[in-house]
C-alpha cells in the first residue's frame, strides 16, 4: 500500500502540503497531458475534466477545456471536436490559443469532407458542402492570423480544398457542356476563374472556357 501511494497520489488533482492552488492545478494539468501524449484517451478525458472540477477558475482548466475538443479530434469524432473548438472559442476569443481553436475548426470541416475511394465517385462528384465551410474558414484564418505557426499548414490545406472546389466546377461545367448548355458551362467556368484565383486547375479552367466559347 505504501508503495502505491506516491502512484496514487500523482494523478489526483488536489493540493499537496505546501503546494499552492496554481502550482496544484499545473500539476494536475501536466499530469492529464501526459494521458493525452500516451494516447490514453478515455483516461486523459476524465484527467482534464477532473482539472475543470477542482481548478475551474485556472488557466489550466481554460486549457483543459479546450484539450478535450482536442481528444475528439483525436478520436476522429468530427463533429464532436467541432462542436468543442466554437464553443471554448466563445468565451475565449482573446485567448493566446484562440488561432489554434480557429485552425481545428478549419480541419473539423476537412476531416468531413468526401473521400475518394475506388468504389465511389470523385470527392470532388459528391456533396461538396463541408469543403465549402473548410474553404471559408482557412481563408478567414490565413487573413487573420496569416503569421501564426499554422499559416504554412493552413495553406498547404486551403489550396488542397480549393482544387477539389474547382474540379466540382469543371466536373459541372462539363457536364452542362455535354448536353449543350454552352451558357451555362461558361458561366460556372467563369465563376472559378473569378473565385479561385491562382489555383493549379486554373489554366484547365481557361481550356474549357475558350472550348465552350468555340462550341457556342
Known amino acids: 500500500c505504501l508503495l502505491a501511494l506516491p502512484a496514487a497520489c500523482a494523478t489526483t488533482s488536489a493540493a499537496r502540503p505546501g503546494e499552492s492552488a496554481a502550482d496544484a492545478a499545473e500539476r494536475a494539468y501536466q499530469n492529464a497531458m501526459t494521458l493525452y501524449n500516451d494516447e490514453s484517451w478515455p483516461e486523459a478525458a476524465e484527467a482534464f475534466r477532473a482539472v475543470q472540477r477542482s481548478h475551474g477558475t485556472s488557466r489550466q482548466a481554460t486549457l483543459a477545456e479546450l484539450r478535450l475538443a482536442d481528444l475528439e479530434f483525436k478520436q476522429e469524432r468530427y463533429t464532436e471536436a467541432l462542436s468543442g473548438f466554437r464553443t471554448w472559442l466563445r468565451y475565449h476569443t482573446s485567448h493566446a490559443e484562440a488561432p489554434y481553436a480557429r485552425f481545428m475548426i478549419a480541419r473539423c470541416h476537412v476531416e468531413q469532407m468526401p473521400e475518394d475511394w475506388f468504389l465511389t465517385p470523385p470527392s470532388w ?14 481563408a478567414r484564418f490565413l487573413r487573420d492570423h496569416g503569421d501564426s505557426t499554422h499559416a504554412a499548414e493552413a495553406r498547404r490545406i486551403h489550396d488542397r480544398v480549393r482544387e477539389t472546389l474547382v474540379r466540382h466546377e469543371i466536373y459541372v461545367a462539363n457536364f452542362y457542356g455535354s448536353r449543350d448548355h454552352h451558357a451555362a458551362a ?7 476563374l473569378s473565385r479561385y484565383r491562382g489555383s493549379v486547375l486554373e489554366p484547365l479552367a481557361l481550356l474549357r472556357l475558350g472550348e465552350t466559347w468555340l462550341r457556342m
Open 186 to 192: 461558361a458561366s460556372r467556368l467563369r465563376g472559378v
Open 125 to 138: 462528384e459528391r456533396d461538396l458542402s463541408a469543403a465549402h465551410d473548410a474553404e471559408t474558414a482557412l
